[in-house]
């Protein structure tokens, strides 16, 4: 298995509600990242994981809350996001050293309303 | 921290004709170059990458050649066709022992077109 999987694909939310975004990958990677991608524009990092530990929180606001529950899974907590929260957001994870050979998910559409 | 330029932003190319692009970076300490390709619609996925220690790497179709001293790198795509259409992203990281903490900088993307 080579595939980081995200569920779900898409994701229409109020600003009120709370939801999660989910990622898995069975490749043993041990570094999983968050990414935030607005249309045209580059990935840009949001969250990053070593060894199910919380290695890097580029600045995120504290509606996004990421949890590692396990070395193959990755969740988002999503909790009073506003409009310009909606973007692509993609998984990705890693073996070895970091930042090499990203292997990303398709990634969640969402639309927050 | 680190920052990574890339041009041009839209390169339009003739199937067959190669098509280049470059990037530079500003981190000295950066050691990591990947390529992403990203297709309409799909995930960014890694074509080719290169470390500090190599000045060019080559697989199939594409290179990509690294100048330390300059702090540029590109990526050439010879024989371009219909699919290789999508945006390209380079990078730059420092990775390996003692990178923790380091992220992987993305430049702007380029949006390539290749016109049958």
């Known amino acids: 298995d080579t595939e980081v999987t995200q569920t779900p694909k898409h994701l229409v939310m109020g600003m009120t509600n709370k939801k999660s975004l989910k990622c898995e990958q069975h490749m043993g990677h041990r570094a999983m990242y968050w990414y935030k991608q607005k249309a045209k524009k580059p990935p840009e990092l949001m969250f990053v994981y070593s060894y199910e530990k919380l290695s890097i929180n580029e600045s995120v606001p504290s509606r996004f809350s990421p949890e590692c529950p396990n070395s193959s899974l990755l969740n988002l907590h999503l909790h009073a996001l506003q409009p310009e929260d909606s973007a692509l957001y993609l998984c990705a994870s890693s073996q070895g050293q970091w930042n090499e050979k990203l292997f990303f998910g398709s990634g969640t559409q969402l639309s927050v309303l | 921290g680190e920052n990574v330029e890339q041009h041009p932003s839209t390169l339009s190319v003739q199937e067959g004709d190669s098509a280049v692009i470059k990037c530079t970076y500003s981190d000295s300490a950066s050691n990591y170059f990947p390529w992403y390709k990203q297709e309409l619609g799909k995930r960014p996925q890694l074509i080719i990458d290169?470390?500090?220690?190599?000045g060019e790497k080559k697989d199939q179709r594409i290179a990509v050649t690294l100048n330390k001293t300059a702090k540029h790198f590109s990526l050439h795509i010879t024989e371009t066709q219909p699919e290789d259409s999508a945006v390209y992203f380079c990078a730059a990281a420092s990775s390996g022992a003692g990178a923790a903490g380091n992220k992987l900088t993305f430049g702007g993307g380029t949006r390539v077109l290749v016109k049958p």
């Open positions: 290169i470390r500090s220690n190599v």
